[in-house]
């Protein structure tokens, strides 16, 4: 029977083999979008793009929103991307508006996060001609995207935007950028694609190996005083039950960095919040006494180790990342372990039998109490930027994700939120970008209907980004800003106030704009307080009214974010609220790189 079939199989007539397809590239742009499952795209228009923002217009799977600057699109994809785990999408015109993607881009390269960047250019035939809005876009990202293309054939189109997503979506995730000029939208192309992308050179491991799993499993049974240091890499790998079984099965406390928050439940037994320049000093000094440090999805940055050459001396190092350049890049690794952080650790629970370590338990304990994270709030003082965030914590909870932007009220909310599930907390980490939380909050409120968008910002980063508040209004996004002002940069302040005997110059904002009347100009609703009793009633009204609302809290100007570890410094330099008198003023060796 099997040899008649195989006959009739050799002599039966071929099916005719279809014409690949012929559209046009615009056609081809937003079939392939269909097909990566975007839902929205974040962008500004430009005669460039005319056909593909007119195929938005006629279909109805795709929402584009026009945002106000190119640079909150980035931002709003990299929201987006960071709250639901897929790719984020943005698209601009050539020229200023692909120049304008520039700090969003390098801010999603820094951080990880899988975002594409469409661009607008000219024609192929213009290109280096310095014609009217050119601007070599994949030459200026280069270094600050995984991967870019200049698409020069429509043929190629379909094949370089599928090849984009799997590039930004597997390994470690990262921007890819695709520029296309005039000439490759407006003509016909063939849409096929391979059954599957294989790019030689780009094979990412996901899975450990072996024999280092089993080093890494009795490194931990013999060790007596380990610590877990997460990353934000743990988060992109949904690692973050598999911390929680290893944590508890081998007694481990943990520790995280900012973009690892959430990773593991803040109230947790085990955890120790943040560590690094401005961690808990608790989660520093047992840094300091651990025998074993496991980094998971982390690449010690100098914002977690500071002197680097003093950081975590007393112990031996497993190192767990997807990324084989990561490991031992800053600091060696005695265990490197190349890999999915998710997959390695469900390969090391299975070898882990159940320990416990009391002494070590007892000694975090006393960190714990000798060193609390604490803050001073006298009656009739201003209200305290950490009293708010600790009432909005305990007001939303887990109802909501947390963005924020960058300074001293990014680094309140990383000690003071109650963080209990991954992709809770989402800022900018690595290139430390003001003005990103708001527009990331109204691509978190896009990939998670079902919780609150809520932005705590500070005003100094918040005026950056102001105006995308009538992309709120206009797209009906119900974001929040908790705004925190201090009327000042406060942060640089803060240093000003530490090292250059308060003299405070170019940080104090003498004019700024009332934020509920701005908040009414552009058709959304807020508050301004100013008195500790407010702050609950206040959150709850921003919760329970419908759209964007600015809620204006007004924070004391000279609060200081404690611990703080001086730039260059080692952990055992960290500086605690008991010690800040004892700072020698006007140190200038001790001031920040930025």
């Keep these: ?39 929205y795209v974040f962008g500004h228009p430009g005669a460039i793009l005319l056909t593909v ?70 024609a192929t035939s213009m290109v280096g001609n310095d014609a009217f809005q050119e601007a070599d876009i994949v030459g200026m990202t280069r270094t600050i995207t995984k991967h870019n293309y200049l698409v020069k054939s429509t043929d190629d189109l379909a094949e370089t935007i599928q090849e984009a997503f799997y590039i930004a979506r597997t390994g470690r995730p990262g921007p890819v950028l695709v520029d296309l000029p005039k000439d490759v939208l407006l003509g016909d192309g063939n849409y096929q694609l391979p059954e599957k992308v294989d790019l030689r050179g780009y094979k990412p491991t996901t899975k450990g190996h072996p024999r280092q799993i089993q080093r890494v499993a009795e490194a931990i049974e013999k060790s007596k005083q380990p610590l877990l240091y997460v ?35 803040s109230a947790h037994e085990l955890s120790l919040g943040m560590l690094g320049m401005h961690g808990t000093a608790y989660a520093n000094y047992a840094t300091m006494e651990c025998d074993l440090l496991i980094a998971v999805g982390a690449r010690f940055d100098d914002r977690v180790t500071g002197k680097v050459s003093e950081f975590a001396t007393r112990a031996k190092i497993i190192h767990i990342d997807i990324d084989p350049t990561a490991i031992g890049k800053n600091k060696k690794a005695d265990i ?79 000690q003071f939120y109650n963080f209990t599930f991954p992709r809770q907390f989402i800022s900018s980490g690595g290139l430390g970008t003001m003005g990103f939380g ?24 918040f005026q950056m980004v102001m105006q995308e508040i009538a992309t709120a209004v206009q797209y009906e996004i119900p974001v929040k800003v908790f705004l925190l002002n ?14 250059m005997d308060r003299r405070f110059s170019e940080v104090d904002f003498e004019s700024s704009p009332d934020y509920v009347k701005l908040a009414e100009a552009f058709g959304a609703s807020g508050r301004r307080i100013v008195d500790k009793e407010e702050i609950r009633p206040a959150i709850q009204e921003m919760i329970n009214t419908p759209g964007p609302f600015i809620l204006d809290v007004i924070v004391d100007p000279d609060e200081l974010v404690f611990p703080m570890v001086p730039a260059g410094g080692a952990t055992k330099d960290m500086i605690v609220r008991d010690s800040r008198k004892k700072i020698l003023q006007g140190k200038l060796s001790a001031l920040p790189d930025n």
């Design 53 to 122: 923002l007119d195929l938005f217009l006629k279909r109805s799977k795709i929402k584009h929103l026009l945002i106000r600057h190119e640079q909150c699109a980035a931002h709003m994809a990299e929201g987006y991307a960071r709250a639901s785990g897929e790719v984020g999408v943005c698209l601009t015109t050539s020229g200023p508006g692909a120049t304008n993607l520039i700090t969003g881009i390098t801010d999603a390269y820094m951080d990880s996060i899988p975002i594409v960047c469409f661009t607008g250019q000219v």
């Design 486 to 499: 201090n009327a000042t940069l406060g942060m640089v302040r803060q240093w000003q106030d530490l090292f």
């Design 336 to 414: 490197p372990v190349v890999g999915d952080a998710r997959q390695v650790l469900v390969e090391v629970n299975k070898l882990i039998k159940p320990q416990t370590r009391p002494l070590w338990k007892k000694r975090i304990q006393n960190l714990r109490t000798e060193y609390p994270l604490t803050f001073d709030s006298p009656d009739g003082a201003p209200i305290k930027p950490q009293e708010a965030i600790v009432a909005l914590s305990e007001e939303v909870g887990d109802k909501a994700i947390i963005t924020t932007e960058v300074g001293q009220h990014q680094m309140w909310a990383a």
């Design 1 to 39: 029977m099997a040899v008649a079939t195989k006959a009739k199989s050799q002599t039966a007539k071929q099916p005719t083999k279809l014409k690949p397809q012929k559209i046009s590239g615009a056609e081809i742009v937003y079939r392939s979008l269909e097909r990566e499952g975007v839902k």
């Design 231 to 265: 990353g934000g890499g743990a988060i992109h790998a949904e690692a973050h039950s598999e911390i929680v079984k290893l944590a508890e099965t081998a007694e481990i406390p943990v520790t995280y960095t900012l973009l690892g928050a959430g990773a593991f439940p």
């Design 438 to 461: 708001f527009p990331a909050a109204i691509g978190v409120a896009l990939a998670r209907p079902d919780k609150l968008a809520i932005d705590i910002a500070g005003d100094g980063s």
